[in-house]
């Protein structure tokens, strides 16, 4: 199960047909080096097209491919990807090259969810939810990146009930 996780991530970033990621590494099925092996071949189960991925990876790019914010794998066509920005109240977006005193521009900033479920309005709750994809979709179109990789094309949120969750110390409100 837990390497076909990391295949369906593997292949989910490196599918794309025609584009150069913007960590400058040619997507897998694209590239000259990776056409002809089998994890490009669509012909191929998504399960065998996996495990071929999978057994193409070394321990330490599979561990690499672990993290949130992972490094491109250029020999098989995998890209840098950044999964999991916070838009729990909007897309979270950070400068690295500002202080944390400086404002942070990008995406619009709602209330926190306690505050929204207080409101018990389904289509105020729906047209954030549209907003904070738009404007996760927009900034993923720009170039946004975290960490020096794309990023903005998956968000966490909303988390359900986390201050019951016993692995959650803290929680915000």
């Known amino acids: 199960m837990s390497s076909n996780l990391l295949g369906f991530i593997a292949l989910g970033v490196g599918a794309a047909q025609g584009v150069q990621a913007t960590s400058g590494v040619e997507y897998a099925c694209v590239a000259t080096n990776t056409t002809d092996l089998p994890f490009c071949d669509p012909s191929l189960s998504f399960d065998d097209r996996v495990k071929d991925l999978v057994s193409r990876l070394t321990l330490d790019e599979k561990l690499g491919l672990m993290s949130s914010t992972h490094a491109a794998v250029p020999r098989l066509g995998i890209p840098g990807y950044a999964w999991g920005n916070e838009c729990l109240h909007g897309t979270v977006v950070r400068s690295n090259d500002e202080p944390r005193s400086v404002p942070q ?10 505050g929204l479920a207080a409101t018990f309005d389904t289509d105020l709750m729906a047209g954030i939810g549209q907003a904070i994809g738009d404007e996760s979709r927009g900034l993923s179109n720009s170039g946004a990146t975290t960490s020096g990789v794309p990023a ?9 009930n986390i201050f019951r969750f016993v692995a959650m110390i803290t929680g915000h409100c």
Do not use: Y
């Not at 903005?152 to 359900?160: G, H, Q, S």
């Open 105 to 114: 521009t990008g995406a619009t900033v709602f209330p926190q969810p306690i």
């Open 152 to 160: 903005f094309l998956d968000c966490w949120a909303p988390n359900i």
